[in-house]
């Protein structure tokens, strides 16, 4: 059970925009942080694991276009919230403001340990792996400095080393560790230099992307493919059953990872110029156009591949059919219209989306532990800004935990358990845009969430029927109930550090 709203002003009123902060992103400038936070690795990679689990390609195109649904409709409704109380920390300040402050540090709090780092440390991981493409002494098994240790619990549902987190340094984490100490360093030095790297690779990668697509429907259109994957085996001859939706709901962890983190764009409100206008407008543009890329970028890789070849793996090498490694579906595609080349092509531009997509993430996760910390519900030097105006030490407590994380698990152990985590709190703040709308009927609302009330609830709906597919599926079940363990320990936790720090007090700049 969650608390009422905090009776006291002035914690209340902590978390108000901050006159230090710079008004320095506008409209596109937000709009390239939703779409650069959501583009980064996922949609070159994960499409082969998704094809993996639902088996035709027309269940695999439909998987990203509910993605889509999915995205789109979350969307809607943040815009409603963001235009409310455009304030550093964003969904915090959402979730606080409607469900009371132990719900808004559960959600700091999963936050931190996983969402957001998580995200991070699995993005910053792919980026190690694409650079191995390059320079193929970057491998992944390569384990430097200590041994790799592999820990496995019945507990958490791993019954194999397969599912076991795996603990070592190989060459790809440090990559990954260098990748995140400098986008840290970047984002230190302001938010204009944060939102000037975070701008001009998110239209260099969305064009990138944009150009794949095209190649594909053009000059590497396979007809032997097309006739496969869109003639007769277009359903695959896979039919809805039980087993089947399991199925079908654990590829979804694959696409809402590689859609997810359109929401950072509310962490970093108070930076926005006009937020009651361009917030809503950039969530809204930033996801529409991603959702196009994504879904189309799948129909590309079904022109040029047959679906052996975007599962990879056994099926692809026993069919003898076009493939790439570690499941680098736009890798083969590329290879397929530029043969050798289109690794090393296809390689630059994923570590350019993967470097960009990190940026936008460190930028803005910061700006939610500082919110939590001027509600004295964080350290209380994340509460402050340097002489930059940026929360330097939250950014350096954020670099920190990341690097820890990078050492213990692959990129799909990463994104199982930030998925699950994550959409449970997507649910619980459209939970509260209901909850708003009766407990603050006067509060300016300059954006009011089209479709409402029918649109937020099918996405609480669809968001829940999501997470059940998780839990029971056996492939992210042990990941998912990690997500939900570290969610239910922050309840204790919330409780003695309210104890310990107290509530109330003016938080020094």
Known sequence: MTEAAPALPEIAGLTRPNPEFVQAITLTD???????????????????????????????LIAWVVTGVITLLGALSYGELASMFPRAGGQYIFLRESMGPLMGFLYGWTLFLVIQTGTIAAVAVAFGRFLGVLWPAIGPDRYVWFPQANFCSSLLGC????????????????????????????????????KLVQTSLTLIKTAA????????????????????????????????????????????????????????????????????RNLPLALLLGTGLVTVLYV???VAYLNVLPMAGVQGGA???????????????????????????????????????????????????????????????????????????????????QSIWVALLCLTGSYNQLLNYVIFAALVFYALTTI??????????DVERPYRTIGYPALPALYVVLTTVVMLLILISPSTRQDAFLGLAIVILGVPVYFVWRAVEGTGQAVSQ
């Open 30 to 60: 937000a709009t390239m942080l939703v779409a650069g936070s959501m583009i980064g690795s996922g949609i070159f990679i994960t499409s082969a694991a998704m094809a993996r689990s639902v088996g035709s390609p027309m269940w695999l």
């Open 159 to 194: 019954t194999d080393a397969a599912n076991a987190i795996q603990l070592g340094l190989s060459p790809q984490r440090v990559v990954a560790l260098v990748s995140i100490a400098v986008l840290t360093w970047i984002n230190l030095r302001g938010v204009r230099e944060g």
């Open 209 to 276: 992307l944009a150009l794949l697509i095209i190649l594909g429907l053009t000059v590497g259109r396979n007809a032997t493919a097309i006739a496969a994957n869109f003639g007769r085996n277009f359903s695959g001859g896979v039919g809805v059953s039980g087993t089947f939706v399991v199925a079908f709901g654990a590829a979804l962890v694959g696409s809402l990872f590689s859609s997810d983190a359109w929401n950072n764009v509310t962490f970093a409100a108070a930076e926005v110029r006009n937020p009651k």
């Open 296 to 298: 189309m970028a799948n």
């Open 315 to 397: 099926t692809a090498i026993a069919r003898g059919v076009s493939h790439a490694t570690q499941d680098r579906v736009a890798t083969a595609a590329l290879e397929v219209v530029f043969g050798s080349a289109g690794a090393t092509i296809m390689a630059v531009a994923i570590l350019i989306s993967t470097f960009g997509c990190n940026n936008g993430l460190i930028l803005a996760g910061a700006r939610v532990y500082y919110a939590m910390a001027r509600d004295r519900l964080f350290f209380r030097r994340v509460g402050t800004l340097n002489a930059r105006r940026v929360p330097a030490s939250g950014l350096i407590v």
């Open 432 to 441: 509260g845009l209901f909850i708003l709308r009766v407990k603050r009927p």
